[in-house]
T-cell receptor, first 112, second 113 residues
Framework: QKEVEQDPGPLSVPEGAIVSLNCTYSNSAFQYFMWYRQYSRKGPELLMYTYSSGNKEDGRFTAQVDKSSKYISLFIRDSQPSDSATYLCAMRDRTGRRALTFGSGTRLQVQP | DGGITQSPKYLFRKEGQNVTLSCEQNLNHDAMYWYRQDPGQGLRLIYYSQIVNDFQKGDIAEGYSVSREKKESFPLTVTSAQKNPTAFYLC????????????FGEGSRLTVL
Protein backbone atom coordinates (compact mmCIF):
# COMPACT_ATOMS: atom_id res chain seq x y z
CA GLN A 1 0.00 0.00 0.00
CA LYS A 2 1.29 3.46 -0.89
CA GLU A 3 1.88 5.97 1.89
CA VAL A 4 -0.25 8.54 0.08
CA GLU A 5 -3.25 7.57 -2.05
CA GLN A 6 -4.84 9.88 -4.60
CA ASP A 7 -7.47 9.17 -7.23
CA PRO A 8 -5.78 9.71 -10.63
CA GLY A 9 -8.95 10.83 -12.39
CA PRO A 10 -9.36 12.25 -14.93
CA LEU A 11 -12.01 14.47 -13.40
CA SER A 12 -14.04 16.48 -15.90
CA VAL A 13 -16.31 19.33 -14.72
CA PRO A 14 -18.11 22.25 -16.38
CA GLU A 15 -16.83 25.78 -15.91
CA GLY A 16 -18.08 27.32 -12.66
CA ALA A 17 -18.39 24.00 -10.83
CA ILE A 18 -17.00 23.33 -7.36
CA VAL A 19 -14.20 20.80 -7.51
CA SER A 20 -13.18 18.51 -4.66
CA LEU A 21 -9.81 16.76 -4.75
CA ASN A 22 -8.74 14.36 -2.03
CA CYS A 23 -5.85 12.34 -0.63
CA THR A 24 -5.59 9.78 2.11
CA TYR A 25 -2.40 8.84 3.89
CA SER A 26 -1.19 6.18 6.29
CA ASN A 27 1.74 7.83 8.11
CA SER A 28 0.42 9.51 11.26
CA ALA A 29 3.70 11.44 11.60
CA PHE A 30 2.87 13.68 8.63
CA GLN A 31 2.43 17.26 9.84
CA TYR A 32 2.89 19.48 6.79
CA PHE A 33 0.45 19.19 3.91
CA MET A 34 0.69 20.83 0.52
CA TRP A 35 -1.11 20.94 -2.79
CA TYR A 36 0.84 21.46 -5.99
CA ARG A 37 -0.54 22.25 -9.43
CA GLN A 38 1.25 20.91 -12.48
CA TYR A 39 0.51 21.95 -16.05
CA SER A 40 1.42 19.55 -18.82
CA ARG A 41 5.20 19.15 -19.30
CA LYS A 42 5.96 21.71 -16.58
CA GLY A 43 7.30 21.53 -13.05
CA PRO A 44 4.79 21.53 -10.16
CA GLU A 45 4.08 24.83 -8.39
CA LEU A 46 2.88 25.22 -4.82
CA LEU A 47 -0.79 26.10 -4.52
CA MET A 48 -1.64 25.67 -0.85
CA TYR A 49 0.16 24.78 2.36
CA THR A 50 -1.35 23.70 5.68
CA TYR A 51 0.29 22.77 8.94
CA SER A 52 -1.45 20.08 11.02
CA SER A 53 -5.27 20.05 11.06
CA GLY A 54 -7.69 22.74 9.96
CA ASN A 55 -8.76 24.81 6.98
CA LYS A 56 -6.96 27.38 4.90
CA GLU A 57 -8.50 29.59 2.27
CA ASP A 58 -6.82 31.52 -0.54
CA GLY A 59 -9.10 33.09 -3.10
CA ARG A 60 -11.04 30.33 -4.86
CA PHE A 61 -9.01 27.60 -3.17
CA THR A 62 -9.62 25.97 0.22
CA ALA A 63 -7.41 23.29 1.75
CA GLN A 64 -8.67 21.06 4.55
CA VAL A 65 -6.76 18.64 6.73
CA ASP A 66 -8.41 16.04 8.96
CA LYS A 67 -5.58 14.29 10.77
CA SER A 68 -7.92 12.04 12.75
CA SER A 69 -9.11 10.51 9.48
CA LYS A 70 -5.76 10.92 7.69
CA TYR A 71 -7.57 12.74 4.92
CA ILE A 72 -6.85 15.99 3.11
CA SER A 73 -8.90 17.91 0.57
CA LEU A 74 -8.57 20.76 -1.87
CA PHE A 75 -11.70 22.61 -2.97
CA ILE A 76 -11.78 24.86 -6.01
CA ARG A 77 -14.76 27.23 -6.29
CA ASP A 78 -15.96 28.74 -9.56
CA SER A 79 -13.60 26.53 -11.54
CA GLN A 80 -12.09 27.98 -14.71
CA PRO A 81 -10.64 26.31 -17.83
CA SER A 82 -7.25 27.65 -16.70
CA ASP A 83 -7.56 25.36 -13.64
CA SER A 84 -7.18 22.36 -15.95
CA ALA A 85 -4.03 20.67 -14.70
CA THR A 86 -2.81 17.80 -12.54
CA TYR A 87 -3.10 18.40 -8.81
CA LEU A 88 -0.63 16.66 -6.53
CA CYS A 89 -0.95 16.37 -2.79
CA ALA A 90 2.31 16.25 -0.84
CA MET A 91 3.22 15.87 2.80
CA ARG A 92 6.07 15.35 5.21
CA ASP A 93 6.70 14.79 8.87
CA ARG A 94 8.21 17.23 11.31
CA THR A 95 11.60 15.61 11.68
CA GLY A 96 13.86 13.33 9.73
CA ARG A 97 13.79 13.32 5.97
CA ARG A 98 12.66 16.70 4.71
CA ALA A 99 11.76 15.48 1.25
CA LEU A 100 8.06 15.49 0.46
CA THR A 101 6.03 12.36 -0.19
CA PHE A 102 3.66 12.88 -3.11
CA GLY A 103 0.36 11.40 -4.17
CA SER A 104 0.06 10.18 -7.74
CA GLY A 105 -1.86 13.29 -8.85
CA THR A 106 -5.41 13.91 -10.08
CA ARG A 107 -5.89 15.22 -13.61
CA LEU A 108 -8.61 17.88 -13.75
CA GLN A 109 -10.31 19.13 -16.90
CA VAL A 110 -12.61 22.15 -16.68
CA GLN A 111 -14.82 22.36 -19.75
CA PRO A 112 -15.76 25.86 -21.00
CA ASP B 1 14.91 36.16 -11.57
CA GLY B 2 15.45 33.55 -8.86
CA GLY B 3 14.66 30.00 -9.75
CA ILE B 4 15.77 26.54 -10.72
CA THR B 5 17.15 25.77 -14.15
CA GLN B 6 17.18 22.27 -15.54
CA SER B 7 18.89 21.25 -18.76
CA PRO B 8 18.46 19.81 -21.22
CA LYS B 9 14.68 19.97 -21.52
CA TYR B 10 14.60 16.95 -23.83
CA LEU B 11 17.25 14.26 -24.11
CA PHE B 12 17.53 11.08 -26.14
CA ARG B 13 19.94 8.33 -25.20
CA LYS B 14 20.87 4.96 -26.57
CA GLU B 15 20.72 1.95 -24.29
CA GLY B 16 23.96 1.41 -22.41
CA GLN B 17 24.92 5.09 -22.28
CA ASN B 18 25.22 7.22 -19.18
CA VAL B 19 23.63 10.67 -19.26
CA THR B 20 23.88 13.61 -16.88
CA LEU B 21 21.02 16.02 -16.18
CA SER B 22 21.92 19.47 -14.94
CA CYS B 23 20.18 21.36 -12.13
CA GLU B 24 21.20 24.85 -11.00
CA GLN B 25 19.45 27.09 -8.47
CA ASN B 26 20.02 30.71 -7.45
CA LEU B 27 17.56 30.74 -4.55
CA ASN B 28 20.34 30.25 -1.97
CA HIS B 29 18.61 27.08 -0.80
CA ASP B 30 20.54 24.52 1.19
CA ALA B 31 18.52 21.45 0.20
CA MET B 32 18.09 20.02 -3.30
CA TYR B 33 16.18 17.02 -4.59
CA TRP B 34 15.71 14.84 -7.65
CA TYR B 35 12.36 13.25 -8.38
CA ARG B 36 11.24 10.98 -11.18
CA GLN B 37 7.71 11.21 -12.57
CA ASP B 38 6.02 8.43 -14.50
CA PRO B 39 2.38 8.40 -15.69
CA GLY B 40 0.05 7.35 -12.86
CA GLN B 41 2.84 7.12 -10.27
CA GLY B 42 3.31 10.66 -9.11
CA LEU B 43 6.74 11.88 -8.03
CA ARG B 44 9.23 9.42 -6.59
CA LEU B 45 12.36 10.57 -4.76
CA ILE B 46 15.68 9.53 -6.28
CA TYR B 47 18.29 11.43 -4.24
CA TYR B 48 18.38 14.45 -1.99
CA SER B 49 21.03 16.66 -0.47
CA GLN B 50 20.57 18.86 2.58
CA ILE B 51 24.03 20.39 2.51
CA VAL B 52 27.03 20.70 0.23
CA ASN B 53 29.18 17.55 -0.05
CA ASP B 54 26.46 15.37 1.46
CA PHE B 55 23.56 13.50 -0.11
CA GLN B 56 21.23 10.60 0.69
CA LYS B 57 19.46 7.96 -1.34
CA GLY B 58 15.76 8.34 -1.82
CA ASP B 59 13.24 5.61 -2.57
CA ILE B 60 14.46 4.67 -6.06
CA ALA B 61 18.21 5.44 -6.12
CA GLU B 62 19.37 2.29 -7.93
CA GLY B 63 20.93 3.12 -11.30
CA TYR B 64 21.41 6.81 -10.47
CA SER B 65 24.24 8.88 -9.02
CA VAL B 66 24.58 12.49 -7.87
CA SER B 67 27.15 14.95 -6.60
CA ARG B 68 26.86 18.16 -4.57
CA GLU B 69 30.12 20.03 -4.87
CA LYS B 70 28.51 23.47 -4.92
CA LYS B 71 25.45 24.82 -3.15
CA GLU B 72 23.93 25.93 -6.45
CA SER B 73 24.35 22.70 -8.38
CA PHE B 74 23.03 19.14 -8.03
CA PRO B 75 23.59 17.11 -11.22
CA LEU B 76 21.99 13.70 -11.69
CA THR B 77 23.63 10.92 -13.72
CA VAL B 78 21.38 8.23 -15.11
CA THR B 79 23.65 5.23 -15.55
CA SER B 80 23.32 2.24 -17.83
CA ALA B 81 22.38 0.22 -14.74
CA GLN B 82 18.99 1.97 -14.58
CA LYS B 83 16.60 -0.58 -16.10
CA ASN B 84 13.83 1.75 -17.17
CA PRO B 85 15.25 5.27 -17.48
CA THR B 86 12.66 6.82 -19.80
CA ALA B 87 10.84 9.33 -17.59
CA PHE B 88 10.31 12.97 -16.70
CA TYR B 89 12.95 14.12 -14.18
CA LEU B 90 12.29 17.00 -11.81
CA CYS B 91 14.81 18.86 -9.71
CA UNK B 92 13.69 20.86 -6.68
CA UNK B 93 15.16 22.90 -3.87
CA UNK B 94 14.00 24.12 -0.48
CA UNK B 95 15.16 26.31 2.35
CA UNK B 96 15.68 24.81 5.80
CA UNK B 97 12.64 26.63 7.16
CA UNK B 98 9.77 24.83 8.86
CA UNK B 99 7.47 24.44 5.89
CA UNK B 100 9.92 22.71 3.62
CA UNK B 101 8.15 24.03 0.55
CA UNK B 102 9.79 22.68 -2.60
CA UNK B 103 10.43 24.85 -5.62
CA PHE B 104 10.67 22.90 -8.86
CA GLY B 105 12.46 23.33 -12.14
CA GLU B 106 10.74 22.83 -15.48
CA GLY B 107 11.88 19.23 -15.79
CA SER B 108 13.96 17.14 -18.19
CA ARG B 109 12.35 14.51 -20.39
CA LEU B 110 14.70 11.57 -21.00
CA THR B 111 13.90 9.02 -23.70
CA VAL B 112 15.97 5.90 -24.17
CA LEU B 113 15.94 4.60 -27.73
Amino acid sequence: QKEVEQDPGPLSVPEGAIVSLNCTYSNSAFQYFMWYRQYSRKGPELLMYTYSSGNKEDGRFTAQVDKSSKYISLFIRDSQPSDSATYLCAMRDRTGRRALTFGSGTRLQVQP
Amino acid sequence: DGGITQSPKYLFRKEGQNVTLSCEQNLNHDAMYWYRQDPGQGLRLIYYSQIVNDFQKGDIAEGYSVSREKKESFPLTVTSAQKNPTAFYLCASSSQGATGELFFGEGSRLTVL
